[in-house]
């Protein structure tokens, strides 16, 4: 099993550009969320989904969109980026909720100039 | 809502002692919590967790120290190695989520 994959790994985007960042698990998790990690910070959630179609906000999802139309796959888009969303983005899943341990993914850089 | 934390941000351990990482939690609701190590340029790993029905959890090298009394979660990681150098998380659960200190960078000296 692969767990938890992301794509890209890397990625430089210039002000204003769009993207989206892929998350897929093989585990056949239900739940899966979308973090960003900040230096000197710990992971602070942008969107999560407790199964296929469904989304939910986290702490700070302004100018984040997701969706979960396969349970193996979550996605993330940045419409519009800003340089405030330069970060590394962590794709985790569990398989049930938030009293078992979540997978975390690699992560991905992403810079916006 | 409310958030867990850690006290320290940094601690330096001579290889082979032990090191105690600590954390305070303030949702006396919350009742799963679960340590994280994260190397550079990686994602979390988990280490270990406990549940609220536990005060005390051991794995292979670590245990884990749970107080509700005073809402404090601790790490403990006996004869510290060269590979522990790493960030480590505690988090506590909010209904389907978990929420993260800020973590807590451990390097081991030789």
């Known amino acids: 099993n692969a767990g938890v994959t992301q794509t890209p790994k890397f990625r430089v985007l210039k002000t204003g550009q769009s993207m989206t960042l892929l998350c897929a698990q093989d585990m056949n998790h239900e739940y899966m969320y979308w973090y960003r990690q900040d230096p000197g910070m710990g992971l602070r959630l942008i969107h999560y989904s407790v199964g296929e179609g469904t989304t939910a906000k986290g702490e700070v999802p302004d100018g984040y969109n997701v969706s979960r139309l396969k349970k193996q796959n979550f996605l993330l888009g940045l419409e519009s980026a800003a340089p405030s969303q330069t970060s590394v983005y962590f794709c985790?899943?569990?398989?049930?909720?938030?009293?078992?341990?979540?997978?975390f993914g690699p992560g991905t850089r992403l810079t916006v100039l | 809502g409310e958030s867990v934390g850690l006290h320290l941000p940094t601690l330096s351990v001579q290889e082979g002692d032990n090191s105690i990482i600590n954390c305070a939690y303030s949702?006396?609701?919350?009742?799963?919590f679960i340590w994280y190590k994260q190397e550079s340029g990686k994602g979390p790993q988990f280490i270990i967790d406990?549940?609220?029905?536990?005060d005390k959890r051991q794995g292979q090298r670590v245990t884990v120290l749970l107080n509700k009394t005073v809402k404090h979660l601790s790490l403990q990681i006996a004869a510290t190695q060269p590979g522990d150098s790493a960030v480590y998380f505690c988090?506590?659960?909010?209904?389907?989520?978990?929420?993260f200190g800020a973590g807590t960078t451990v390097t081991v000296r030789a």
């Open positions: 988090a506590e659960n909010e209904d389907y989520k978990l929420s």
């Open positions: 406990i549940r609220s029905n536990m």
């Open positions: 985790a899943s569990s398989y049930l909720g938030g009293r078992v341990e979540q997978f």
């Open positions: 949702n006396s609701a919350s009742d799963y």
